[in-house]
């Protein structure tokens, strides 16, 4: 098992930029795919980001490309999403999320439902 808990959220202007962490419990953090996913009040939860387990093969959403990106560090045990660029709507509650084997060189499953472990989620709000 893997307990997961996300920071860096907050408020920030149009075209700011924050980076988002989660930090991962447990020794084996090294074997488990990483995703980040987004909520935003009315939508659903949405794939914004994976990175495969050892970090070499990173995947996005189509409207975060060339915006966010996704990294991790290992020996550290923390997953990181650097967001760029944000517009209003990136205003969302981002999770980080992890599962074995969700991701692969054609890419992650991008299906909430395909993901077994959670964090708590950390708020980011764009204004105009």
């Known amino acids: 098992q893997v307990q997961l808990v996300e920071s860096g959220g907050g408020l920030v202007q149009a075209g700011g930029s924050l980076r988002l962490s989660c930090a991962a419990s447990?020794?084996?953090?090294?074997?488990?795919?990483m995703g980040w996913f987004r909520q935003a009040p009315g939508k659903e939860r949405e794939f914004v980001a994976g990175i495969t387990r050892s970090g070499r093969m990173t995947y996005y959403a189509d409207s975060v490309k060339g915006r966010f990106t996704i990294s991790r560090d290992n020996t550290k045990n923390t997953v990181y999403l650097q967001v760029n660029s944000l517009k209003p709507e990136d205003t969302a509650v981002y999770y980080c999320?992890?599962?074995?084997?969700?991701?692969?060189?054609?890419?992650?499953?991008?299906?909430?439902?395909?993901?077994?472990?959670w964090g708590q989620g950390t708020q980011v709000t764009v204004s105009s």
């Open positions: 999320a992890a599962d074995q084997d969700i991701c692969s060189g054609y890419g992650c499953y991008t299906s909430e439902y395909e993901y077994d472990y």
């Open positions: 447990g020794r084996t953090f090294s074997s488990y795919d």
